[in-house]
């Protein structure tokens, strides 16, 4: 009896983490906005006038048991002069627990340079875009794994280990020249996924504010430099401050590369803070993009884990200068 009810302690109190784990793997997602910011806004799918084909995997506290991965593919181009459409799969899996979910989305971009009326090529120089997604996630557990006599899990089981959750994203994005601006919603729709027999917390409601400029550097404009800014909340006043500074330079058609310094901090309304930084690095070989972060946490865990490393591979179907947003 004590042996049976020492398991049954050990469940519960793994599902109670269990939950609190499933709530921000979301999160997983956001952060691999550097390398794609349609991750985070709708309104850039087809933003700029040419698809984009990434896929990136993301190992989070690399070294320690079980650590969290996550793998995602997306895909965004513009389909007629001013529609464009975008989509993103992921999975991630979080020891015992596991999500799987993606995203579709339409966008409308207007263009706002001047000469538009007047000629047959429209500019892209300036452009006023709007997108809204709708989204979708499968939560499941791996029962079995809670302990190591599958048979005790007989008369220890959860009502469902499983279940299906859609929500809807909304987003604008300007740019002029060099500068850029982006606002977007997410989780617009309260809903709760019914995973232990019970609801858990809906998704919270977040907003996204992004902004940065590019400067050209030198008269060739080979080489640029761009800060940008981010700053992410949500419903519970859990905030995200995301300062940015990439460098690149563009050598010629056939290859080019950059380097970026980020900085996060996040605090909540207990004033709990964290702080991390992520040094990344890209490159480019003709059309294919390559590209690495490491993520490391200045809490407690910087002594017990290797930091968080991602890698992306991108292809976009058009020469652009810039990487691509």
Not at 260 to 270: D, E, F, I, T, V
Request: proline residues 3%; hydrophobic residues 40%; glycine residues 8%.
């Amino acid at each position: 009896y004590l042996y049976t009810m020492k398991k049954y302690l050990c469940v519960l109190i793994l599902a109670l983490l269990a939950a609190g784990k499933l709530a921000a793997q979301e999160e997983l997602i956001y952060s691999q906005y550097h390398f794609n910011y349609y991750l985070v806004n709708p309104a850039l799918a087809g933003a700029e006038p040419c698809s984009h084909l990434m896929v990136s995997n993301k190992m989070q506290w690399a070294g320690m048991k079980d650590f969290p991965m996550t793998q995602l593919l997306s895909f965004k181009t513009r389909v007629w002069e001013n529609v464009g459409i975008g989509a993103y799969i992921f999975h991630d899996r979080n020891g015992y627990t596991s999500k799987a979910g993606g995203q579709i989305t339409l966008a409308y971009h207007i263009p706002l340079s001047r000469g538009r009326r007047y000629s047959k090529k429209v500019s892209y120089d300036r452009q006023l875009s709007f997108g809204a997604s709708f989204k979708f996630s499968y939560f499941y557990i791996n029962d079995q794994l809670f302990i190591d006599d599958p048979d005790a899990m007989q008369d220890i089981a959860f009502n469902n280990t499983d279940g299906f959750l859609p929500n809807a994203n909304f987003g604008i994005y300007y740019k002029s020249y060099g500068g850029f601006v982006g606002l977007s919603l997410t989780n617009l729709i309260p809903l709760a996924a019914d995973i232990y027999g019970d609801k858990e917390l809906p998704a919270p409601f977040t907003g996204f504010l992004f902004g940065g400029y590019t400067f050209d550097l030198g008269a060739s404009k080979d080489k640029y430099l761009e800060p940008m800014a981010m700053l992410k909340m949500n419903q519970y006043l859990e905030v995200n401050m995301d300062l940015n500074l990439k460098f690149g330079h563009d050598v010629d058609e056939d290859w080019g590369y950059w380097v970026q310094a980020s900085y996060r901090h996040c605090w909540n309304a207990n004033n709990v803070q964290a702080m991390v930084l992520q040094p990344m690095c890209g490159f480019r070989i003709g059309k294919f993009q390559l590209g690495y972060a490491f993520s490391l946490d200045l809490n407690n865990l910087v002594t017990q884990n290797y930091g968080t490393h991602e890698i992306m591979l991108g292809y976009t179907f058009c020469y652009q200068k810039h990487f691509c947003r």
